[in-house]
């Protein structure tokens, strides 16, 4: 049939049939299934090892590496240097109650002359020294207690200046004084090392006690955390520990209390917020841990420009071993020692800036105990209230 032949009524079966896809086509619709979409290729990063879809490598090292790259580099860098001090902290642990020297003795040296020294002459700090007793008195004071008051903020002058003037100095060093530091500083890295170093040693009852017994004299701070905490550069206070551990550990051996007073110490740094008082409080009586709020030279930590002096008073006799004093007999020797101490003072406060020198030292006890202390008192206090069989 011709194409002229059709009529109008047939034409559109026509075009249906024009376009009526055929057997294999309408099959091929019917069966066919998506293609599978390839899963993008991840080429790893060689700084951070992390899959990228970059197959140049640089390309992955330039578009991967932003903050988590930089994060993983230097986790991947410092894991070694942490299990290794890991190990070496472990290996020394011990040595904080250890009277043997520490290191060697070049690197103590070289730290002391090219870090401490250099370090205290560019921030304008000079450290002096001023003894008032002879050779033959000093070395007849061996074994002793010395307490260096105040702690200020850091201690800083006794660390920088005199922990090395105690093993150097050609009279200090006839009463042989290892200096002892808070528990905590022996728990922070690197700063424990350099402590040892420098030949301080844990300031535990059974570390001081080794110390007297093997000869030496113990270098102390008798207000320790709580007096850092109350630090001010504005006044001189000193606040003792009730259970006056010094005093106790003197009388227990039988040794002279040496004090011994840092003009300057305080002024280091200039201390603010006193309004946060009493949550440092808190922390310090709680964990042990003392937070000064100060700033130093440019609000850095570097300390203000200060003239240091550490002045070495008289002895105060403690009498024969005493393994348990009363109260009253403990106090009698604080007397002493506040008398001492005030003393030494009045005779060198023009050290101290005029409107400092004319509020005087004010010495006070801390208010209230720590729990061990408290539990100990309560514990004698038990004992004592007890009556006693007369057989």
Known sequence: MA????????APSVLQLCHRPTVSQSTAHRTARP???MPPLRFPCPDCTAPTPFPRAADRSARCCGVAGAR???????????????LWLLATWRDKRRLEAWGPQFLRRAVQRLWFDQLMRIAGVTGHLRIGLTPAQLRALT????????????????????????REDP???????????????FKIPLLRDLLLLLGVREATPATCDAILQSGRSVALNPGGIWEQVHTSHRREVLHLQPGLGFIRLAMRHGV?????????????????????????????????VGIPLVRGRYCSPLPLPTKHTLVVGRPVPTGPPNLNPTKLEVEEVLGRWEEALREL???????????????????????????????????????????????
């Open 171 to 185: 009279l200090l060093r006839l009463i042989r004084a290892v200096p002892v530091g808070a528990s905590v500083l």
């Open 256 to 288: 002279p209390l040496v004090p011994t007073y840092g003009f300057g110490e305080n002024q280091l740094y200039e201390s603010y917020g006193e309004w946060t008082l009493p949550l440092r409080q808190w922390i310090a009586d709680r964990f042990r």
């Open 345 to 391: 003072f009045n005779e060198n406060k023009d050290l101290l800036p005029a409107e400092v020198a004319r509020e005087g030292l004010t010495i006070a006890i801390r208010p209230g105990l720590h729990g061990r202390e408290a539990r100990r008192d309560a514990i004698k206090a038990r004992e004592n209230s007890q009556p006693r069989s007369k057989l």
């Open 143 to 166: 074994p002793c207690v010395v307490t260096c008051s105040p702690h200020g903020a850091f201690a800083v002058g006794l660390l920088c200046f005199h922990a090395n003037t105690l």
């Open 72 to 86: 993983a580099r230097l986790s991947r860098r410092m894991t070694p240097l942490a299990s290794t001090y890991l």
């Open 35 to 37: 293609i599978p979409r």
């Open 3 to 10: 194409a002229a032949d059709l009529s109008p009524r047939d």
